[in-house]
């Protein structure tokens, strides 16, 4: 089946060390997202990709980087530099603006549940 | 950005209809209205979307003001099932997901 898959769903750190959150999609889209959301609260974009090699900052990328080596890939590493990483991570895609039939759905993934220690 | 504002929470009863509102007066016309819902502990899944018409599907349905200033999301007959955050977001046309603004949301809470 087409989706996002997303890893670890649980995920458990020590202060100081960082820690890679995986994003996986097999729908063919080309632009990929990077969420957090704080308990109670809406989503903030971290960073999105609208094309393989290329990503842009979004709302809150202090501490945190991005790869876009493949289309289907898009991991996010949570650095030491972020101050207080504790969160629900979301990974979304979408397809891009060459792609047809574009209605800007955006598909999301189940996420992953960062707890620092 | 346009915004938009949705009650924090309302609350329904098992198998009667839900109206979820939303207020967006700052519209513009390549505005479209986006609603996506959130299950607890899971990432949000797209609901319905509209333009001017209203709009139906196998989830809800979206009636859209004729000034299109507000709108509200349908579910026919609630179910349990249904508890969720509801998101109600605005896409100008031209843009995508990287301008998507996901609020606080409405927090719907169904009774058996």
């Known amino acids: 089946d087409g989706g996002i898959t997303q890893s670890p769903k649980y995920l458990f750190r020590k202060e100081g060390q960082n820690v890679t959150l995986s994003c996986e999609q097999n729908?063919?889209?080309?632009?990929m997202y990077w969420y957090r959301q704080d308990p109670g609260q809406g989503l903030r974009l971290i960073y999105y990709s609208q094309i393989v090699n290329d990503f842009q900052k979004g709302d809150i990328a202090e501490g945190y980087s991005v790869s876009r080596e493949k289309k289907e890939s898009f991991p996010l590493t949570v650095t030491s530099a972020q101050k207080n990483p504790t969160a629900f991570y979301l990974c979304a895609s979408s397809k891009g603006q060459g792609q047809s039939r574009n209605t800007g759905e955006l598909f999301f993934g189940e996420g992953s549940r960062l707890t620092v220690l | 950005d346009a915004k938009t504002t949705q009650p924090n929470s309302m609350e329904s009863n098992e198998e009667e209809p839900v109206h979820l509102p939303c207020n967006h007066s700052t519209i513009s016309g390549t505005d479209y209205i986006h609603w996506y819902r959130q299950l607890p502990s899971q990432g949000p899944e797209y609901v319905i979307h509209?333009?001017?018409s209203n709009v139906n599907n196998r989830m809800a349905s979206l009636a859209i003001a004729e000034d299109r200033k507000s709108s509200t999301l349908i579910l026919h007959r609630a179910t349990l099932r249904d508890a969720a955050v509801y998101y109600c977001i605005l896409r100008d046309r031209m843009e995508y997901g990287n301008k998507l603004v996901f609020g606080a949301g409405t927090i719907l809470r169904v009774k058996s």
């Open positions: 729908l063919n889209h080309d632009a």
């Open positions: 509209g333009l001017t």
